[in-house]
């Protein structure tokens, strides 16, 4: 029976840390011993955080967890503590092993703390062949161990943090390191460390994450229609995210995003149109009803050249040099098909999944390319392409096999 197909009763559960749970670090004179012990057995330090997520605005990091290499696990409040950047002679000066790098690293670095250096037990995960690769399911494949989740979805910014919960963040750093070694020997058996230490590598220079574009779009497909109704959704999307910075709260608990389709579907003329919508007679919601109404009547009263547009303009990811895009389309739909089902294949030689060499849009990309250099004399500079994609210089490696 393979490590996957196991049930979870075979796992041994791990349910405290080994050496207990740590009280919070909540002083700066508390975070001078999370130095200390770095400086006194440097080595690699295990790394998670826990974000208020859904519960306050911006989804703050309010939590990071440590483990250091000589054993010992620290718990940083960083609503207590905000500023971490007094570590970074020590732990910053470290590797950190974390699980899904990405976010967390985003998270502490707006508190004044970076790595040297990146192991993301995720990524290796991957490309050593597991399918199922969250940290749970990850010790359970390679340790035979299973964590308590309970609590994955809790409002970590409450104070004082429950002692059930100060276990739980303990717990998420307190299998790294093992899972470190298993995957490091792995890695090395399929000759693929090159690749794993290029992803970690983008993960932790990677800057902070653009806004998506139009995000107050979300949810109005299929119900709102016209441009001054998408117009109004806008509107008050904007009060929305105004309010809820000035409550320090997620937006989506001040007026859920089901409710703001509906208004912009509904325009409410007034209080008691906008209180049919439940979730606008809300305590919190009602500090508002000034606000979200005047966005109504902005809204009515603005010329159709200033609406947005029911489907918003997309940029191409290619544009045509030598050929037109009707010359191309048909051309590139069939290299497309073709380059695909070589990268899948590839993929399954490898055993990894084929979004970790390409995603279907970065090939998309590259079967335009392809058609229409095909209509002139020089050759595509893949090279350059695929860099401008993004793409790994070991992405790139394998992708020109398949060019």
């Keep these: 029976m393979s490590d996957s197909s196991k049930n979870l009763s075979e796992f041994r559960l791990v349910k405290v840390p080994t050496r207990g749970v740590p009280d919070p670090v909540d002083t700066a004179t508390a975070l001078k011993s999370v130095s200390e012990a770095v400086l006194a057995e440097p080595g690699p330090v295990a790394v998670d955080a826990e974000r208020a997520s859904g519960f306050r605005y911006g989804e703050p990091t309010v939590l990071v967890q440590l483990k250091v290499a000589g054993g010992q696990t620290f718990l940083l409040d960083t609503i207590a503590v905000e500023d ?54 990850v010790c359970e494949q390679l340790l035979g161990l299973t964590l308590d989740k309970d609590h994955q979805r809790a409002n970590w910014a409450t104070r004082p943090l429950p002692q059930d919960w100060l276990r739980y963040a303990a717990l998420d750093v307190e299998l790294l390191h093992q899972l470190r070694e298993i995957l490091l020997e792995r890695l090395n058996d399929l000759d693929r460390l090159s690749w794993f230490e290029e992803s970690c590598e983008a993960i932790r220079l990677a800057g902070p994450r653009a806004p998506k574009p139009d995000r107050w779009r979300k949810g109005a497909h299929g119900v709102l229609r016209s441009p001054r109704e998408f117009a109004l959704l806008k509107e008050l999307w904007e009060v929305r995210d105004d309010a809820a910075k000035e409550l320090d709260v997620s937006p989506s608990k001040l007026v859920n995003t089901k409710a703001l389709v509906a208004a912009a579907a509904q325009h409410p003329r007034n209080r008691r149109d906008l209180g ?63 380059l695909k089902a070589k990268l899948n294949r590839l993929a399954t030689d490898l055993d990894i999944e084929s979004v970790l060499i390409a995603t279907s849009a970065q090939i998309k990309h590259l079967a335009w390319l392809r058609a229409d250099y095909a209509l002139s004399d020089e050759a595509p500079d893949y090279a350059a392409e695929m860099e401008e994609l993004g793409l790994l210089p070991w992405q790139q490696a394998q992708l020109l096999k398949l060019l």
């Design 276 to 338: 049919k919508i439940r979730a606008f007679r809300s305590p919190l919601a009602r500090q508002y009803e000034e606000r979200w109404l005047a966005a109504v009547e902005t809204v009515r009263w603005l010329p159709p050249e200033e609406l947005p547009p029911v489907k918003p303009a997309s940029s191409p990811s290619y544009i045509p040099i030598f050929g037109s895009k009707d010359e191309l389309k048909d051309a590139a739909s069939r290299g497309f098909d073709s």
């Design 84 to 137: 971490l950047s007094s570590l970074q002679a020590s732990v910053g000066q470290q590797e950190w092993i974390l699980h899904d790098a990405d976010q967390d690293l985003r998270g502490i670095a707006e508190h004044g703390l970076r790595p040297a250096k990146v192991f993301d037990t995720s990524v290796a995960a991957r490309l050593i062949g597991l399918r199922r690769f969250g940290l749970a399911a």
